[in-house]
């Protein structure tokens, strides 16, 4: 078992930045996958940054880059996203997934993750 824990979020303006943190316990003495995913009243929860934590292979929704970039934090099983130019659309609850790779991959597919956290809000006012 591996439990993911959110920190940070919040309330900005339009423009401003924002960053939330993510840190996965239980577990981890293996690599995985560590991703964040949103979700917006009324929609589906998109896929927005992955990374994997066996080395520097990461992911970006195509439809943020240039805004959203992920990193390692100081411990392994630590991630960062860090958010900036936000706008009122990028308003969703945050959650934080760990997803463990098909054999021999680095990478995981929406449908590898397996443990959630409980996710952390992201408000943006124009």
């Known amino acids: 078992q591996v439990q993911p824990v959110e920190s940070g979020g919040g309330s900005v303006q339009a423009g401003e930045s924002l960053s939330v943190s993510c840190a996965a316990s239980?577990?981890?003495?293996?690599?995985?996958?560590m991703g964040w995913f949103r979700q917006a009243p009324g929609k589906e929860r998109e896929a927005v940054a992955s990374?994997?934590?066996?080395?520097?292979?990461?992911w970006i929704s195509d439809s943020l880059k240039g805004r959203f970039t992920i990193s390692r934090g100081n411990a392994k099983n630590e991630v960062h996203l860090h958010m900036n130019s936000l706008k009122p659309e990028d308003t969703a609850t945050y959650y934080c997934?760990?997803?463990?790779?098909?054999?021999?991959?680095?990478?995981?597919?929406?449908?590898?993750?397996?443990?959630w956290g409980q996710g952390t809000q992201v408000s943006v006012s124009s």
């Open positions: 990374i994997y934590t066996g080395g520097f292979r990461t």
């Open positions: 239980g577990d981890t003495d293996n690599s995985f996958c």
């Open positions: 997934a760990v997803g463990i790779p098909p054999y021999g991959l680095e990478t995981c597919g929406n449908h590898d993750y397996k443990y």
